[in-house]
């Protein structure tokens, strides 16, 4: 089970961090990241991060914005995200897979609602 948690309303140019804590499976062995979904849009990859860490990829629109990383001794993955802007706003959802990427994932975890506010 992948549970996230960190949303909320922040104001433009804010900062919020997303946690991603996994439970029943050895966090390790899968790729983790995540995935939005806006309002009326459909749902978008958004960062993800390989078993070790040691890897990072993002999409264009939150590159230099976000930041994923991960613990694999408290099997948790984190989104920092800064400079945050109104088209941020979206449920979050932390993703595994157990490929080395995770665009498309195998598991999908409850969404957290992040809310930007002009």
């Known amino acids: 089970q992948l549970q996230a948690s960190g949303g909320g309303l922040v104001q433009v140019g804010g900062s919020l961090r997303l946690s991603c804590a996994a439970s029943g499976r050895t966090f390790s062995r899968y790729a983790a990241g995540w995935f939005r979904q806006a309002p009326g849009k459909e749902r978008e990859f958004v960062s993800g991060?390989?078993?070790?860490?040691?890897?990072?990829y993002y999409a264009d629109s939150v590159k230099g914005r976000f930041t994923i990383s991960r613990d694999n001794a408290k099997n948790t993955v984190y989104l920092q995200m800064s400079s945050l802007i109104p088209e941020d706003t979206a449920v979050y959802y932390c993703?595994?897979?157990?490929?080395?990427?995770?665009?498309?994932?195998?598991?999908w975890g409850q969404g957290t609602l992040v809310t930007v506010s002009s």
């Open positions: 993703v595994a897979a157990d490929g080395i990427v995770v665009f498309k994932p195998d598991y």
């Open positions: 991060i390989n078993r070790s860490g040691g890897s990072t």
